[in-house]
């Protein structure tokens, strides 16, 4: 039972509507953009869902980038919406590689949208938003990232990237609410949504918070905001700009090196050999042929750790080491590495976990 007061989530106050405004403003500079930022009043997830809807009409070509299943399921909403969908799939938990999506581009004569996750928290990858971001504007295509896990673990740039759409979630490496989420969205993005049918009302309807929101001067939400999500982002920022953000996305790269330098160290390869194609959210390693991975995770869990299966088609073959938000410290990392190490061991692995610790140590050290 937990020791918390639960009495202290009921009756919260009424978030004030002169609050919404600079909060979206809070969110823009975390992302370094003038685009519009509107709240979906949801886990980002729909939010996703919201953007494609929005976005597909029949005769759009777009170009998807599936890193997982979120990818997926971004193009399925893409489809549903009349789009003709490419999908550009990567290796079963591996970053996209940019020469895939280019070698996909030089295929079509047209191409509207393209679309992409960032950072994969459920997988560990990275995504190139560089590489992908300069081959949508090669096409003059519509640039849309899913950077739900990546804000506050890496650097976003919206405007220097040119990113046109992008969807942010606080419930990952800003430690914050999963039940509001927002979405920045450029003008030339806007002039799509403009030409695109009009699902409002609905809460998958971009314009309709447009309308309702941007253009009635960013007062009162329409319909009925949970107070209670709003303050709690509102804290999270708070946390975030105390701490700064570009110190928080520092403390998560940390955390990324030395969970990787500790599997190394037990004498285990990560899951994405390559660093720079590794998300600093969570560091995945594999599941060493032999082994059972829920024996492995059970193992972890009596000691105090939980370390999360693969997600997808790759569940079984690996399992993710979360260093996400406040967990992106010391402590958690070699707790994490240990745990993972010592379960390994127990199912007859030979590792290092002396070895691991003094990496793990090593890099902390180092800063």
């Not at 506050?152 to 992008?166: E, L, Y």
């Not at 009302?201 to 941007?214: A, G, I, Q």
Request: charged share 20%.
């Amino acid at each position: 039972m937990s020791s918390f007061d639960l009495r202290l989530l009921l009756d919260p106050p009424r978030y004030p509507a002169n609050r919404y405004a600079p909060l979206a403003d809070r969110i823009k500079r975390l992302l370094a953009t003038h685009a519009n930022v509107v709240f979906v009043q949801a886990e980002a997830i729909l939010a996703l869902e919201a953007v494609a809807i929005s976005i597909a009409r029949p005769g759009r070509v777009a170009v998807n980038v599936v890193t997982s299943p979120y990818g997926a399921w971004f193009g399925t909403w893409l489809s549903r919406g009349g789009a003709g969908v490419h999908q550009v799939s990567a290796a079963p938990g591996q970053p996209i590689d940019a020469a895939a999506v280019s070698a996909c581009l030089e295929r079509l004569p047209q191409v509207d949208i393209i679309a992409a996750v960032h950072a994969e928290s459920s997988n560990g990858a990275l995504n190139p938003l560089a590489e992908l971001a300069a081959l949508a504007r090669s096409r003059d295509a519509l640039f849309v990232v899913d950077a739900v896990a990546s804000v506050g673990g890496h650097p976003i740039d919206f405007d220097q990237h040119g990113i046109d759409i992008a969807v942010i979630g606080a419930q990952k490496a800003l430690a914050g609410p999963a039940g509001v989420s927002g979405v920045a969205v450029s003008a030339r993005a806007w002039a799509h949504i403009a030409a695109s049918p009009d699902v409002a009302p609905s809460s998958l309807s971009l314009m309709d918070l447009k309308r309702n929101w941007l253009e009635r001067g960013r007062l009162a939400l329409p319909g009925m905001p949970p107070p209670l999500e709003f303050w709690a982002l509102e804290a999270a920022l708070d946390r975030v700009e105390a701490e700064g953000i570009e110190h928080v996305i520092a403390r998560h790269r940390q955390a990324a090196r030395a969970s990787r330098a500790g599997l190394r160290a037990l004498g285990i390869e990560p899951w994405i050999a390559r660093d720079e194609a590794a998300s600093a959210l969570v560091t995945s390693a594999p599941v060493p042929t032999g082994v059972d991975a829920h024996t492995l995770i059970a193992d972890a869990a009596r000691m105090g750790v939980e370390l999360a299966p693969g997600y997808g088609e790759i569940e079984g073959r690996l399992v993710r080491l979360d260093h996400t938000g406040t967990r992106a410290k010391f402590d958690a990392v070699l707790a994490n590495v240990t745990a993972y190490g010592t379960a390994l061991e127990r199912q007859r692995v030979d590792v290092d976990i002396g070895a691991a610790a003094r990496a793990v140590n090593d890099v902390y050290a180092a800063r």
